[in-house]
């Protein structure tokens, strides 16, 4: 019960000390589960055991809470139909396209943080705010403020509240128990899918913008393949609105947090991103030019991954790789303690941009910030590309420092966040 009671407020703090130095550990918390550490298993489960192992209830249900039609949670022929069209509609070679977006928003952040020089700066918040005015316009291209900060409140319930762990969802209980957390949170729920359906109703009759946004892809997808019906494509839009946002700020927040703990770091990397711009925000083609940055957002989500935790369920009674699957236990795959391991790495624990400057070898299956196999995050590029924007645009801009006395304490909520937040000081580089 005690583990449960933990677990609730934060997972993180349930990983015993031995994940960082064992490849798999077993044990019974309600249902039996498998913590696996181990890449080869890892490998052999996300690549070719997908169906033995399917995603586990703890995702399946919260995704379900707010959005039931939705790709996360899908699995079989509904997950076939879905992932082809959402994958296309941010597709790597989409990016150009939208890279100007994400340019307009690091400028827009950059005015943001001049404007507040001089008292500490919530940079979770900040990030949040940034990113969401970008999948928003990417995802809805709706110009009225006042409508997405609706929709964006109806969202944060989800990542603030619903998604949330309960000590229900690690015991496998029914979904008739209500989790507390959840109780109350349907009309809010309801109301923010009310929103969606009526963008999506109002674009049907008025037709596709110019450029066609994220929306719109879905809709095409809907004339090719009638399967997928307005329930699909606006509970994916959802998970499209909250994924595409979230992750990609807590990535930003801690790499920001990360490059403030580092002064040195942080001050070549602002070298080579004014060298590269010269005052402008950074764009598509600069990124290029702009190694440091780039480790250094590798480096974060390696140490600070924003979704530390894959969750799958096995459907089978077998032994793979040495341990003895049997049919329902829980499998957890922590991300975190993985890419943290003495097994895989060295000075796991440090701050070490240069381990991705593509002198030392990586182990692929013990670094998957976006998980791996069939079901790999579809915005790895998109998330990547974004945040290689706004990190050097701001790195340029400003030199961030540590507020004494307030060290981030990483917890798992739905994402990776600060329980006490990440303030930096900002001071503008002339
Ligand atoms: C730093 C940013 C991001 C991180 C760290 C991240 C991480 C992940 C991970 C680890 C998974 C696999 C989950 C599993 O196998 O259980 C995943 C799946 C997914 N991600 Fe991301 N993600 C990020 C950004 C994005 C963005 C920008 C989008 C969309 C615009 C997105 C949409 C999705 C979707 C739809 C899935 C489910 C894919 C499927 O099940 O087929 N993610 N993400």
Redesign the pocket.
């Known amino acids: 019960m005690q583990a449960l009671r933990i677990a609730q407020w934060n997972f993180l703090e349930l990983l015993p000390k031995s994940c960082l130095t064992e490849p798999v550990i077993s044990g019974q918390a309600g249902a039996a589960f498998h913590m696996v550490m181990d890449p080869p298993l890892i490998r052999e489960l ?1 690549n070719n055991r997908v169906k033995d192992f399917r ?1 586990g209830n703890l ?1 399946v249900d919260l995704f379900r809470s707010v959005a039931k039609e939705n ?2 949670s ?1 699995h079989g022929a509904t ?1 076939e139909k879905l ?1 082809p069209p ?1 994958a296309k509609a ?1 597709h790597i070679s989409t990016l150009k396209n939208f890279s100007n977006v994400f340019s307009e928003a690091a400028e827009a952040a950059a005015t943001h943080i001049s404007k507040h020089l001089g008292t500490p700066l919530d940079i979770e918040s900040q990030m949040t705010q940034t990113t969401f005015e970008v ?1 928003a316009k990417l995802a809805l291209t709706e110009s009225d403020p006042q409508f997405m900060n609706t929709v964006q409140r109806a969202l944060g319930t989800f990542t603030t509240e619903i998604a949330r762990f309960s000590p229900l969802d690690f015991l496998d209980a029914p979904n008739w128990l209500p989790r507390p957390n959840r109780v109350g949170l349907s009309p809010t729920i309801a109301y923010g899918q009310k929103l969606v359906d009526s963008v999506i109703s109002t674009r049907k009759q008025n037709g596709p913008q110019s450029p066609p946004d994220i929306l719109d892809k879905l809709l095409e997808a809907q004339v090719a393949d009638p399967f997928i019906t307005d329930a699909h494509i606006r509970d994916n839009l959802n ?2 609105l909250i ?3 979230d ?2 700020a ?2 930003l927040s801690w790499a920001l947090y990360l490059a403030a703990f580092d002064p040195a770091v942080q001050e070549a990397a602002s070298a080579e991103a004014r060298a590269v711009l010269q005052g402008r925000p950074a764009g598509f083609d600069d990124v290029q030019n702009l190694p440091l940055t780039q480790q250094i957002i590798k480096e974060t ?1 390696g140490l600070y ?3 530390p935790l ?2 799958r369920k096995s459907l089978v009674s077998e032994t793979i790789g040495g341990v003895d699957f049997r049919k329902n236990d829980q499998v957890l795959i922590p ?1 975190y303690a993985l890419h943290r391991s003495h097994l895989h790495w060295d000075e796991p624990d440090s701050f070490r941009p240069s381990r991705f400057d593509g002198t030392t070898k990586i182990n692929k299956y013990a670094y ?4 791996g196999g ?7 590029s ?3 590309l ?2 290689q924007i706004q990190l050097a645009t701001l790195l340029s801009r400003f030199r961030f420092s540590l507020i004494e006395g307030r060290p981030p304490q990483p917890k798992l909520s739905f994402s990776l966040i600060s329980r006490n937040g990440i303030h930096l000081n900002a001071e503008p580089i002339s």
């Open positions: 996300l995603k995702i790709i996360v899908a997950w992932r959402m941010i999948i998970v499209m994924a595409g946002h992750t990609t807590r990535t989500m991954l924003s979704f894959l969750v991300l998957l910030p976006f998980g069939p079901r790999i995050c579809i915005g790895a998109f998330a990547q974004q945040s």
